[in-house]
Nanobody, 115 residues
Framework: QAQLVESGGGLVQPGGSLRLSCAAS????????MGWYRQTPGKQRELVAT???????DYADSVKGRFTISRDNAKNMVYLQMNTLKPEDTAVYYC?????????WGKGTLVTVSS
């Protein structure tokens, strides 16, 4: 059974850094697309970053130059290194996988950027 489990969220001061991790299990073939989305109350879930199994990446304009997505195909892990965090980055961050034409989501991890 496919499952995504995020870790690494928490409270950080503005300007600080956090690294999110997501472990994907139950996927037999190589995962074509992995990524991160985020959501705040009252807003739609939005794309943060994605990465293909050939390491092609895509970022939201709001995080370009501050966030870096990476993956370990052997371990079915995806990571999000977040630097120079801002209060507006506060959100629940969700791990995402696109696999055999289906979307899979983790339960989310809360990132709070506040002094």
């Amino acid at each position: 059974q496919a499952q995504l489990v995020e870790s690494g969220g928490g409270l950080v001061q503005p300007g600080g850094s956090l690294r999110l991790s997501c472990a994907a299990s139950g996927f037999i073939l190589s995962i074509p697309l992995m990524g991160w989305y985020r959501q705040t109350p009252g807003k739609q879930r939005e794309l943060v970053a994605t990465i293909t199994n050939h390491d092609t990446t895509d970022y939201a304009d709001s995080v370009k130059g501050r966030f870096t997505i990476s993956r370990d195909n052997a371990k079915n892990m995806v990571y999000l290194q977040m630097n120079t965090l801002k209060p507006e980055d506060t959100a629940v961050y969700y791990c995402y996988v696109r696999y055999t034409a289906m979307d899979y989501w983790g339960k989310g991890t809360l990132v709070t950027v506040s002094s």
